[in-house]
């Protein structure tokens, strides 16, 4: 359970010799409880306490790292249920099965769709992060040839190493624990090996049992055996079962600090359908599943999976959004047409895209409204002619265009008498189509 | 450490609203737990689906799903009742967007004749929606309202501008009301607030929080949706317990991903998949949210947002 400051300021040396930088051990325990400040700031504090209140301020979802480099994957250390009451912080990694039993080409297929599932949305980088190796056969030496070729043609790709035998696990292990793989599954039966593996290679392990009342007693004996990064899956596969129990098991952890699922999520979406299956996933984006685990992985499919994902995990306080600047397109010069829009990520990326496929290299202004859409900005008095006249003025753009012309987004027209006269002498505003997708048809069209 | 379900006490409870008349009439809504959380109450009625229509050729909409409705979309009585016979659709929605100035201006008298035509070959609820234009919504919903009387519709939109005029004819021709804000808790409880104090009927009342699609400010609307619906439940705040509608499928058929082809954004997939599943996943963020009524427009994302809904009761 979270203490609260009082508590917090009871274990602390109370001798306010502000060595953590704050005026009084007080002041410093309310921050602590706020989570805004590490316990190791106070050097003075005794190691007892400090145990003690690790413990309490530790995240109520452990994070666990699976894979090792700049490809790693972190998730976990969730502290809410809704993502308005702060925000879900390590968006859930996707995961390709890959059967050992599938054909060389099906195999090869697959790491190559993962490798290339890479897209590029409102300026973030989103990919399917993990391979999951899946045990088919029965046969340490044909799971180990699979996690070989997937290590060898995938570098650096988190890998989940997928069987009950711990046999076939440690056949896997031999090739990649070094990448510290996810291990799935520890069960009751086979706990005591699976544990073993997971501690003796440092590896992160997942624990599968049927339902929640199984799933804490499997959890309590393998953190019992000394694993600490543990994974969790409670057998649920219907969307039903993962969003009832996934909702339990975050519940359990954040409002009630139940240390047995105090720990990721872990889910299976495979359906015969790719389309429902898709679906099922997104139950999961959305509702607690911290690495969800796929069939196949179409780009279509994935396209709106990441983007669920992103949309989810995006910050509610504060919208996604750009630097205020003079961006420039292409090789723009001293005639290339200026653009003008707000500073709402999607906007910029969305704007810029359509000029990039235009091929008309432009000046794209992008005013800082706080990063809301054209419509929102204007509705909200922060895209106002006013406001944009002095950006265009200030920023110098006179000086590096020899025309003194701005393009203002359609949905804006009725701004466009009133910034010509804010401009002053001798500026000119054209509106521009509403959509951005009509962008590069309207720039060809203006023959620049 | 023995495991016990965390159970959240609730003493609040989403309104049921009956829409329709006759056996083909469906209810919404009556929940008494966040969306399909049934070990810790009741969810009487599954989330329903409305087909979209509207009053003109979908010229406008992408071939992925103009192409469903290409035999019968350019007669919105015949294409009213191929979703009733053959997509055996939940309910329809009759967007009048030829009403709006900017599209040809029709006659609120020629809107209602249309809607008594679509009335009479169709027995399922109808969701009848204007163009969105505060004025002549004003008048559009006035006249069609009072053609509907007796079959129980739901008209909409009444925002902040034209709520007064809009619930007025609701009222007095019995039927539902659709109340939409932007995108705003506060906003979305104040204009229940104000359709009560002139005397509407709560019950008759649902809260359209303002759709956006996936990837365009899902992420809004859905943050909006559980917040209302959370106080629905906890605050047992009467305000905020009207069934939630998501009207999506205007906002999903506009964005890129369900028009652009693949051969232009091969890192994007096959785009007869994709806009079908643009739209699904969109639907599966809303009911996830909350929704009590959506409005669709392809068959096959409605088919399987059905299906996912019924993996989740
Ligand atoms: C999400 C949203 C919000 C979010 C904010 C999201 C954000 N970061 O901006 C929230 C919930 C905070 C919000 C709040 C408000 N909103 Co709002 N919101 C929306 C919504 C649903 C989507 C906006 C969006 O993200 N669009 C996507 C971006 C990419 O669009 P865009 O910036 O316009 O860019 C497009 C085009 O303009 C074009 N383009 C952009 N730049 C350029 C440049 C050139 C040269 C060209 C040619 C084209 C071009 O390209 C893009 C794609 O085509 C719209 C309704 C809708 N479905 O559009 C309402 C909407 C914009 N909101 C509206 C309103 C009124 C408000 C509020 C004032 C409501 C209120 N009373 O509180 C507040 C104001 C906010 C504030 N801080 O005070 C109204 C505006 C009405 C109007 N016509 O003026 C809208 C249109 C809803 C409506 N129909 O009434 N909103
Ligand atoms: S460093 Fe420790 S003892 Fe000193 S003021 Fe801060 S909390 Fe108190």
Known sequence: MALSGVEIFKHLPKTNCKKCGFPTCLAFAMKLAAKGVSIDACPDISEEAKKLLGEASAPPIRLITIGAGDKAVKVGEEVVLFRHDKKFFNPCGFAVAIKDTESSDEIKKKIEAVKTSEIDRVGQKLRVEMIAVTDAANDPAKFASVVKNVVDSAPGVPLILHSMNPSVIEAGLALCADKRPLIYAATNENAEAMAKLAKDKKCPLAIYANGLDALTSLSEKVKGLGVEDIVLDSGARKAKDMLEHFTMIRRSAVKKSFKPFGYPVIAFANRDDSMMEALIAGIGVMKYASIIVLSSIEKWKMLSLLTLRQNIYTDPQVPMQVEQKIYKVGEATDKSPVIVTTNFSLTYFIVRGEIENSKVPCWLAILDVEGLSVLTAWAAGKFSPAKIAAFVKESGIEKTVSHKEVIIPGYVAVLSGSLEEKLGEGWKVVVGPREANALPAFLKSRGA | ?313
């Open chain 2, 1 to 313: 450490m023995a495991f016990t379900i965390p159970k959240e006490n609730y003493n609040g409870k989403v309104y049921e609203v009956e829409l329709g008349v006759g056996d083909r009439a469906i209810k919404i809504g009556g929940e008494s737990t966040l969306p399909f959380l049934s070990f810790e109450g009741e969810m009487p009625n599954r989330p329903s689906i409305a087909i979209e229509i509207q009053d003109l050729p979908p010229n406008d909409w992408p071939d992925t799903v103009k192409k469903v409705y290409e035999k019968v979309s350019s007669n919105p009585v015949a294409w009213a009742k191929f979703c009733q016979d053959e997509l055996k659709a939940d309910a329809v929605a009759l967007r009048l967007i030829s009403t709006h100035p900017d599209q040809k201006d029709t006659k609120p008298e020629d809107a209602a004749k249309l809607v008594s035509e679509v009335l009479n070959v169709i027995s399922i609820p109808v969701i009848i929606l204007g163009s969105e234009h505060i004025e002549k919504d004003i008048a559009v919903l006035k006249t069609v309202a009072e053609t509907a009387k007796g079959k129980n519709c739901i008209i909409g939109k009444a925002q902040e501008e034209n709520h007064k005029t809009i619930a007025a004819v609701a009222m007095a021709n019995e039927h539902k009301l659709i109340a939409m804000s932007q995108l705003d808790v506060n906003l979305a409880k104040q204009l229940n607030i104000l359709l009560t104090q002139m005397g509407f009927v709560k019950e008759r009342i649902l809260t359209d929080p303002m759709s956006s699609a996936l990837g365009y400010g899902l992420e809004y609307t859905y943050s909006v949706m559980e917040r209302i619906r959370l106080a629905a439940l906890q605050q047992n705040d009467g305000a905020m317990q009207p069934p939630l509608v998501c009207d999506i499928g205007k906002n999903v058929w506009k964005t890129k991903e369900t028009i652009a082809a693949e051969a232009e954004l091969p890192e994007w997939g096959s785009l007869e998949e994709r806009g079908i599943i643009w739209e699904a996943m969109t639907a599966a963020g809303m009911i996830m949210a909350g929704a009590n009524l959506l409005v669709m427009r392809h068959p096959k994302a409605i088919e399987l947002t059905k299906k996912l809904i019924e993996e989740l009761r």
